[in-house]
């Protein structure tokens, strides 16, 4: 598994948890299809989870005209995943965040998820180099 699937795979556990409130654990493990989890699936899922509550303030900063609450399931997991890795995690450069959630926005979400996925994550750039 590449860091690009670990994405996606974060992604669909992330997505299953927002839906059913499942716990961390389970959702890595249903999302492995007993394959080895990668370091980065676990990393990002679990830093979501544990630092929701900073992301999703992160987030709702930048957003204008939509709430949180609002947003597709698919793009706000998107965001947070990327907006986790922009403050979280040094060793992944910002732009490589960006572009990988754009690609995420691409293959799972709708139309427009791509396009409203790099707004947010321009300004959330903007706000993290203030």
Known sequence: MNRHQ???????????????????????????????????????????????????EFITKHLENWSLSRLARIDRNILRIAAYEMRFLDDIPVNVSIDEAIELAKTFGDDQSSRFVNGVLSKLKSGLEK
Do not use: Y
């Open 6 to 56: 670990a994405r996606e795979k974060a992604l669909q556990a992330l997505f299953q948890i927002d839906m059913t409130k499942t716990s961390a654990e389970e959702a890595i493990e249903a999302v492995l299809e007993d394959k080895s989890p990668h370091s980065l699936l676990v990393e990002l899922v679990n830093g979501v989870v544990q630092q929701q509550e900073a992301i999703d």
